[in-house]
């Protein structure tokens, strides 16, 4: 009985601490007391999703902010109990939970993703892959993608937003982004268009592609009258990825490790 009657404390302990509106606190505590566990408690998630989040922190007034990250803090259930996870559930939240608020920006769960996406990568850990030339050429070996570089599309230019830009219309083109992680453990970005993505999407979901026959297919999906074209300019796309660590090298086709 004092087990279960503890176990009951600490719900109702933990229900007022997450909705002090609606829950009130076990009885025989001070709110003084009380109010500095409140405090704590929510200060702590509300300062990892500000510094998370801080371009959407910024378009957003105290109200509304606090609004959200208290229903966040009240209604999601964590999954993680380490902190660097918070950002993660956050975006769950607002992709599963939040649903639809009349005065969310349109862009609110591509914005959060695209900030997610940088801790993440910061973060994220990587096995060693095998390189047979790093030096080697990418149109006659197979380029080996980095797996700390991922491509993103969105309907919005969420990489521009800014207090001074906030689209409240879609782009009328998908709008590709490539986040990366360089070998100095440095996060950035850089746009593509329709073609360089299409490229990385063949080289990430073939391994055996040569990048020659990577372009060529490109070409002929674009039926592009002068292929050469093409294929020369997806080579100066390859190098300029390899300058950024995007691509790490080329393995020779047919090899064992491909």
Known sequence: MAEQGFKQQQYAFTAHIRRPDRNPAPEGIEDRRMA????????NVEGFL???????????????????????????RCHSPLFMEISREFLAYLEQERGE??????FLRELAHYEWVELALSIAETEPVHIDDPDGDLLAGIPV????A????????????????????????????????DNHDEVNFIELNAISARLFSLLQ????????RALEQIASELNHPKPDIVIEGGRDILEAWRERDIVLGANVPNSTHT
């Not at 500095?36 to 200060?43: G, P």
């Not at 510094?51 to 966040?72: K, N, Q």
């Open 145 to 148: 993608i980095s797996s700390l």
């Open 50 to 76: 500000s510094s998370g989040f801080p371009v959407l922190r910024e378009l957003m007034d105290d109200e509304s902010w606090h609004a959200m990250a208290r229903d966040f803090f009240a209604s999601h």
């Open 101 to 106: 608020h009349e005065n969310d920006f349109p």
């Open 205 to 212: 979901e073939d391994n055996s592609l040569t990048g020659q």
């Open 36 to 43: 500095i566990y409140r405090d704590l408690f929510y200060n």
């Open 150 to 181: 991922w491509p993103l599309s969105y309907r919005y230019p969420v990489h521009r937003i800014s207090d001074s830009f906030r689209p409240q219309e879609a782009a009328e083109q998908p709008v590709y982004l490539m986040v990366y992680r």
